[in-house]
């Protein structure tokens, strides 16, 4: 890796090596309520959302702040257009939008065909879960250009990031687990229909078999600290 003129790159690599977060222990227990959420409810799916922020703020701060870290409340914003500065063709989509320190959903008929199973609250999770890697530094030290020699090492720090919000997501799927009415058969089927890039396409969120590694250790533990993406080798990056 090249040295840069953007500081410290060595400081900037223990950030994403040595976080603080690794250390910090398992997510505090609690209670999470699912709200009803009927096919084809757009008003439902907003409320069962709205309440997911709710239970994922709670967590968050505490577990934070009994840290020492500054903890910033993120918004939940529903857009139907383009969103984040980025125009986005899916019919339904999320996005966790950095300067508006928001998560962003445009809720379509693809999401909202069959809203029964934990689709809506992983991924409500996984995208919190990139508001707490901004709280903790690791956003930034990603997108630090001098930091790495060219794309495809981008693509890998960009993968080793998204795999690490879906284990982040997944160990806060613990800490509220079991949740009422559901199973092991609904975990089970949320790996299931979970897919990771697709052949030929950027590689940036990784191999549908790697989210589904690190979705497993998040979930295993509960602990912030089985999600260090960025000490894992390549192999579970890909």
Not at 27 to 52: D, M, N, T
Not at 128 to 153: G, M, P
Not at 183 to 191: G, I, V
Request: aromatic residues 10%; hydrophobic residues 35%.
């Amino acid at each position: 890796m090249r040295n840069g003129d953007r500081g410290d790159l060595s400081v900037e690599q223990r950030v994403l090596t040595d976080n603080a977060l690794y250390g910090m222990g398992r997510l505090p227990r609690s209670a999470c309520e699912e709200q009803p959420v009927a096919p084809g409810h757009r008003a439902a799916a907003k409320r069962y959302l709205g309440g997911i922020m709710q239970c994922l703020e709670a967590t968050w701060e505490q577990y934070l702040s009994e840290n020492g870290v500054q903890f910033e409340d993120a918004r939940l914003k529903f857009v139907t257009g383009d969103y984040c500065g980025t125009e986005r063709r899916l019919d339904s989509d999320s996005v966790y939008c950095y300067d508006a320190r928001a998560v962003v959903y445009k809720l379509g008929a693809s999401w909202l065909q069959d809203p029964s199973d934990l689709w809506l609250l992983y991924n409500t999770a996984t995208r919190y879960a990139e508001h707490v890697q901004r709280l903790v530094d690791i956003v930034h030290s990603v997108d630090v250009e001098a930091f790495y020699d060219s794309q495809a090492e981008r693509a890998e720090r960009v993968r080793r990031y998204h795999l690490q919000s879906a284990c982040l997501a997944s160990a806060f799927i613990k800490s509220v687990w079991p949740l009422e009415g559901r199973s092991s058969r609904d975990w089970k089927y949320l790996q299931l229909i979970v897919q990771g890039d697709v052949p030929g396409q950027q590689r940036l969120y990784g191999k549908t078999a790697n989210i589904r590694l690190w979705n497993g250790r998040g979930f295993a533990t509960g602990n912030p600290g089985s999600c260090n993406t960025w000490k894992a080798p390549a192999g579970e990056v890909a």
